[in-house]
């Protein structure tokens, strides 16, 4: 009995002894090295570095979980039985697999006494924030960017239509816009006369994303559709700016401004606001990309084309348009009655300088103007 007793205190003192190891953490410190940004569907480099001290012995378990819009290319854990100062690092490649803004809390720490018996946790702070861009794509726009003048002179062939400025008129030839149609000097000389605008060079390239109307897939496809036509526009040497959800970006020609503008696109998500236009640069170049074009912003249009060289409305109804690889799918319903509208009234609107393209059936964004 009396062995019996000795025994069980004998226990008892040594689980005391493992309780009182397990209340207190070890020390432990965390950075994290990984680029602030990247373009969704690459890749950026990691490196977590984990320091641990502890005067005791204990098991530690470390776990660092990524925010689900970014995926490490193994899982970052770690479990040892530790004594001392201790230094791991890890490193990994981190995949941008969806287009945010996206925080990444601190890891999770587990320890225990040397046997396994008492665990404890905890959240280790070691917040990193990663801004995901998103993804862009080549473009064919002769007609929506390409012709665009920065600086220089002008010429028949270079810069941009003003609709509003007549040149001359010349005999219509295959591939003429029909908006360009002068219809009563066509019937006083009894054959098709297209009217020759003057040109202009534009300032400035703003990218307007009306995200009222489409849901988190228009907004995504927008989202990437922007980020190309501003990458394609500084390629030209134009000051580039986004605008959505009564944001604009500030207008430039260095990376800052286009990461700026990249930074607004990866946190745009559907807002049932109405949207409202900014205020376009005098001579700039503003394209609006819509799901469903409204009269309000129409009417915004024809206002912002009293300063713009162009003003683009880009209809992408859900559902019609392809993305870059999409193959090619049957549709079961007709265009929204907004967009068929638009639709109606593009000659009338050309003819005040604002060009419309909507894109039907199985259109790619890929050839967005041809």
Same mark, same amino acid.
């Given at each position: 009995?009396?062995?019996a007793l000795?025994?069980?205190?004998?226990?008892?003192?040594v689980t005391?002894?493992?309780?009182?190891?397990?209340r207190?953490?070890?020390?432990?410190?965390?950075?994290?090295?990984?680029?602030?940004?990247?373009?969704?569907?690459s890749?950026?480099p990691?490196?977590v570095?984990?320091?641990v001290?502890?005067?005791?012995?204990?098991?530690?378990?470390?776990?660092?979980?990524?925010p689900?819009?970014?995926?490490?290319?193994?899982?970052?854990?770690?479990?040892?039985?530790?004594?001392?100062h201790?230094?791991q690092t890890?490193?990994?490649?981190l995949?941008?697999n969806?287009r945010?803004?996206?925080?990444?809390?601190?890891l999770?720490?587990?320890?225990?006494d040397?046997?396994?018996?008492?665990?404890?946790?905890?959240?280790?702070?070691?917040?990193?924030?990663?801004?995901?861009?998103?993804?862009?794509?080549?473009?064919?726009?002769?007609?929506?960017?390409?012709?665009?003048?920065?600086?220089?002179?002008?010429?028949r062939?270079?810069?941009?239509?003003?609709?509003?400025?007549?040149?001359?008129?010349?005999?219509?030839?295959t591939?003429? &816009?029909?908006?360009r149609?002068?219809?009563?000097?066509?019937?006083r000389?009894?054959?098709?006369?297209?009217?020759?605008?003057?040109?202009?060079?534009?300032?400035?390239?703003?990218?307007f994303?009306d995200?009222? &109307?489409?849901g988190?897939?228009f907004?995504?496809?927008a989202?990437?559709?922007?980020a190309?036509?501003?990458?394609?526009?500084?390629?030209?040497?134009?000051?580039?700016?986004?605008a959505?959800?009564?944001?604009?970006?500030?207008?430039?020609?260095?990376?800052?401004?286009?990461?700026?503008?990249l930074?607004?696109?990866?946190r745009?998500?559907?807002?049932?606001?109405?949207?409202?236009?900014?205020?376009?640069?005098?001579?700039?170049?503003?394209?609006?990309?819509?799901?469903?074009?409204s009269?309000?912003?129409t009417?915004?249009?024809?206002?912002?084309?009293?300063?713009?060289?162009?003003?683009?409305i880009?209809?992408l109804?859900?559902?019609?348009?392809?993305?870059?690889g999409?193959?090619?799918?049957?549709?079961? &319903?007709?265009?929204?009655?907004?967009?068929?509208?638009?639709?109606?009234?593009?000659a009338?609107?050309?003819?005040?300088?604002?060009l419309?393209?909507?894109?039907?059936?199985?259109?790619?964004?890929?050839?967005?103007?041809?």
């Amino acid at each position: 009995m009396t062995a019996a007793l000795l025994w069980l205190a004998l226990i008892a003192a040594v689980t005391g002894g493992l309780w009182v190891l397990s209340r207190r953490p070890p020390h432990v410190t965390v950075t994290r090295e990984v680029p602030g940004s990247g373009f969704e569907g690459s890749g950026l480099p990691l490196t977590v570095t984990v320091t641990v001290r502890s005067r005791r012995p204990l098991r530690v378990t470390l776990s660092d979980p990524a925010p689900r819009g970014v995926v490490p290319g193994h899982e970052l854990t770690a479990a040892a039985l530790h004594l001392g100062h201790t230094t791991q690092t890890f490193t990994t490649t981190l995949r941008l697999n969806r287009r945010g803004h996206f925080g990444w809390p601190g890891l999770d720490l587990a320890w225990a006494d040397p046997l396994g018996l008492f665990w404890q946790q905890t959240t280790l702070p070691a917040t990193t924030a990663v801004t995901v861009y998103p993804g862009t794509h080549g473009l064919l726009l002769p007609d929506l960017l390409r012709p665009l003048l920065s600086e220089g002179t002008l010429s028949r062939q270079l810069g941009l239509d003003d609709p509003l400025s007549l040149r001359s008129a010349r005999e219509y030839v295959t591939g003429d &816009a029909p908006g360009r149609i002068h219809w009563r000097l066509s019937a006083r000389r009894g054959e098709l006369v297209v009217r020759e605008p003057e040109r202009t060079a534009a300032s400035s390239l703003t990218v307007f994303v009306d995200a009222s &109307a489409g849901g988190s897939t228009f907004v995504d496809s927008a989202a990437r559709l922007a980020a190309s036509l501003l990458r394609e526009g500084q390629t030209l040497g134009l000051p580039v700016a986004a605008a959505a959800a009564g944001q604009v970006t500030p207008a430039g020609r260095a990376a800052d401004a286009l990461h700026a503008a990249l930074h607004l696109l990866a946190r745009l998500e559907p807002d049932p606001a109405p949207p409202r236009l900014p205020v376009t640069r005098a001579g700039g170049n503003l394209i609006i990309l819509t799901a469903r074009p409204s009269a309000d912003l129409t009417t915004q249009a024809l206002h912002a084309r009293a300063t713009a060289s162009r003003v683009s409305i880009v209809a992408l109804p859900e559902g019609f348009y392809l993305e870059p690889g999409e193959q090619a799918r049957r549709q079961w &319903a007709g265009l929204p009655d907004a967009v068929r509208d638009l639709e109606r009234r593009a000659a009338v609107l050309a003819e005040s300088g604002i060009l419309v393209y909507v894109l039907r059936g199985n259109q790619s964004v890929l050839t967005l103007a041809g």
